[in-house]
């Protein structure tokens, strides 16, 4: 059974910056898919930012300000700078193994 352990969420100023991190623990291993997505109140949950060996992705909305990265194959981080308003959210991280496993999520409140 595979279980993602979220952390690094809070309040932050605009212009701030914070970074998630994910410990992932069970049966997965390098090169397993993972990424974060962002659910903010009253819209659909969108991907963030995804990692799968050196490969990265990102939404466009948050290019050259958030930086997704990997130590091993169990933990991943988030690192968000220049945050804005609309980076509000309920952030997610997940791993792809046979299935798609989720963290419990973890709120980013940027505001003044």
């Known amino acids: 059974q595979v279980q993602l352990v979220e952390s690094g969420g809070g309040l932050v100023q605009p212009g701030g910056s914070l970074r998630l991190s994910c410990a992932a623990s069970?049966?997965?291993?390098?090169?397993?898919?993972m990424g974060w997505y962002r659910q903010a109140p009253g819209k659909q949950r969108e991907l963030v930012a995804s990692?799968?060996?050196?490969?990265t992705t990102y939404a466009d909305s948050v290019k050259g300000r958030f930086t997704i990265s990997t130590d091993n194959a169990k933990n991943v981080y988030l690192r968000m700078n220049s945050l804005k308003p609309e980076d509000t959210a309920v952030y997610y991280c997940?791993?792809?193994?046979?299935?798609?496993?989720w963290g419990q999520g973890t709120q980013v409140t940027v505001s003044s």
């Open positions: 997940y791993v792809d193994h046979n299935i798609r496993s």
């Open positions: 069970g049966s997965i291993f390098n090169g397993n898919p």
């Open positions: 990692i799968r060996g050196g490969t």
